[in-house]
């Protein structure tokens, strides 16, 4: 992989920070910058035919329309599953969300039992907490092991005839940690359960094949794929999409309603994209599939795997004022605290050397109890970073003290 030919696809990787340094972004997991064949996708709707998908009689209509659903194609076939099990999104919290009011709302009993994890991001949490109160359900946690992760063995042991819903992420947020998602769909389903995914994290790194992961929804964002924000996928099997309720309802997404209150809805996907749709971000998702597809998703996701032992090899053998979390977790993402730093003061410090990254509790709030930290730092890296960039930051992390942080500040 050409890594620095790939740079050039990016604009942001050309911005300078106020001080002159090169721009070194290191926040992936909180959203990824956009090649130019993107940003060329969204201009050339607003520019060529800036007119409304599924409404006009007219032949920029029809051309939306035909554009829009190749993009829908171009997903299903992304991650492998049918057209129609593809249902367009603002984002993955709103896919989640979806799937916790339309489906779990629709079929949740007192006493039934939702399992997940303390490593979930909130869009991931918040919702099934809502829904399990809601409808009398219980919220269960699957223990994590010591470097955060769920096991299929753990997911076993909690299994009974009350286990209604699992609700897991593909690849956590904070550590990034993979989780076995194959065999906890086995699992699932064995116990007559079904399984929930958050894909936020792993679609944009890896191979996702929803025929042989055999999950029962899968959730993820455009934007974290390199692709426009406003934009997101929900998968679904269909006989599931068919029996789900959707959580909005307007034009569109309905064959025929009447005075009575009767309702016909469209049949999946349709029943759940009422109104305009983000037409420009789903043509900039499809171009982002089509970038991150021609480099390869076996070539992305083993370039990022090498930067990050990099990395960590640098951090653990020349750096003593770090304290790592992830250290023994396979990913893109180390998440660390500079020792008696404030993980909020540092960011400020490393933006000050032109380096970009996420600090604080990263959505992940009930994790952070887990690791006995309030805060934390992390390091997200994707394909278009490189050795020199950590290197850069090696060097930044060797500076930090009392002394230089006051510099910083004041």
């Not at 993107?38 to 007219?58: C, F, L, P, Q």
């Not at 993820?220 to 909005?248: A, R």
């Amino acid at each position: 992989m050409d890594v620095k030919r790939i740079r050039e696809d990016f604009p942001m990787l050309k911005v300078k920070s106020k001080k002159g340094y090169d721009l070194i972004y290191f926040d992936n997991a909180a959203t990824a910058f956009k090649p130019y064949s993107v940003i060329d996708a969204v201009t050339k709707y607003y520019t060529n035919y800036s007119v409304n998908a599924h409404r006009g009689d007219y032949e920029l209509g029809f051309t939306v329309d035909t554009l829009y659903e190749e993009a829908r194609e171009r997903v299903a076939k992304f991650i492998n599953c049918e057209k129609k099990e593809v249902v367009f999104t603002t984002g993955a919290s709103f896919g989640l969300n979806q799937v916790a009011y339309g489906y779990a709302g629709k079929h949740l009993q007192p006493g039934d039992v939702i399992l997940t994890d303390e490593a979930e991001h909130a869009s991931n949490y918040l919702p099934w907490m809502n829904i399990a109160e809601a409808k009398g359900a219980k919220l269960e946690f699957i223990p994590l092991d010591d470097n955060g992760m769920i096991t299929p063995e753990q997911v076993e042991k909690m299994m009974s005839n009350k286990v209604k819903i699992i609700a897991i992420a593909h690849v956590t947020n904070v550590l990034g940690a993979e989780i076995d998602i194959k065999e906890i769909s086995r699992i699932a389903h064995e116990h007559g359960a079904i399984i929930v995914v958050d894909g936020a994290q792993s679609a944009p790194h890896m191979k996702v094949d929803m025929k042989d992961l055999d999950c029962d929804f899968f959730a993820f964002s455009g934007h974290k794929l390199c692709g426009s924000t406003g934009v997101g996928v929900l998968y679904g099997k269909y006989e599931l999409l068919e029996d789900m309720e959707p959580m909005l309802l307007g034009g569109g997404s309905n064959a025929r309603y009447d005075m009575c209150g009767n309702i016909l809805m469209k049949n999946p996907p349709y029943k759940f994209e009422p109104g305009t749709p983000p037409i420009e971000a789903t043509l900039g998702m499809k171009a982002a599939i089509d970038y991150i597809d021609a480099i390869g998703m076996d070539t992305i996701y083993t370039y990022e795997h090498e930067l990050r032992d990099y990395m960590l090899k640098k951090m653990q053998s020349e750096l003593d004022n770090v304290e790592i979390y992830n250290a023994d977790v396979e990913s893109s993402i180390i998440t660390f605290n500079i020792k008696d730093v404030f993980s909020q003061d540092a960011a400020t410090y490393f933006s000050d050397k032109g380096i970009s990254l996420r600090s604080g509790q990263h959505c992940a709030k009930l994790l952070m109890d887990v690791l006995q930290t309030p805060s934390t730092l992390r390091a997200s890296l994707a394909f278009y970073n490189t050795k020199e960039e950590v290197d850069h930051f090696i060097e930044v992390c060797k500076s930090i003290n009392k002394e230089s942080m006051l510099d910083v500040f004041f």
